[in-house]
Nanobody, 124 residues
Framework: VQLQASGGGLVQAGDSLRLSCAGS????????MAWFRQASGKEREFVAA????????IYADSVKGRFTISRRNAENTLYLQMNSLKLEDTAVYYC??????????????????WGQGTQVTVSS
């Protein structure tokens, strides 16, 4: 599956931004999807994930209550709505996919396919 992330930009602290990730090549609903981010000089970290059917989501504690992951399988698109952005949210955001896993294994952070990343910069 090929992934293309978009929607990044420069915003001020407290603003909102929505990222999109367009998928192609396979049946989108057969894939769990996730967002990761990598700040300059830091390791890539998990942000949020959503199961293939879109009914189950998980979030990193640092974004819980501020970010919402969603998907439209009919349009092969994954979203990340980011509200109340903070300076520490500045990073390159990547979307990722893997063949759908059973619910008990959903929290596993291993993903097989990656998009190219989109830069999100939050200024004060």
């Amino acid at each position: 599956v090929q992934l293309q992330a978009s929607g990044g930009g420069l915003v001020q602290a407290g603003d909102s931004l929505r990222l999109s990730c367009a998928g192609s090549g396979r049946t989108f609903s057969n894939y769990d999807m996730a967002w990761f981010r990598q700040a300059s000089g830091k390791e890539r970290e998990f942000v949020a994930a959503i199961r293939g059917g879109g009914t189950t989501t998980i979030y990193a504690d640092s974004v819980k209550g501020r970010f919402t992951i969603s998907r439209r399988n009919a349009e092969n698109t994954l979203y990340l709505q980011m509200n109340s952005l903070k300076l520490e949210d500045t990073a390159v955001y990547y979307c990722a996919a893997r063949p759908r896993r059973v619910l008990s294994d959903f929290a596993n952070r291993a993903y097989d396919y990656w998009g190219q990343g989109t830069q999100v910069t939050v200024s004060s």
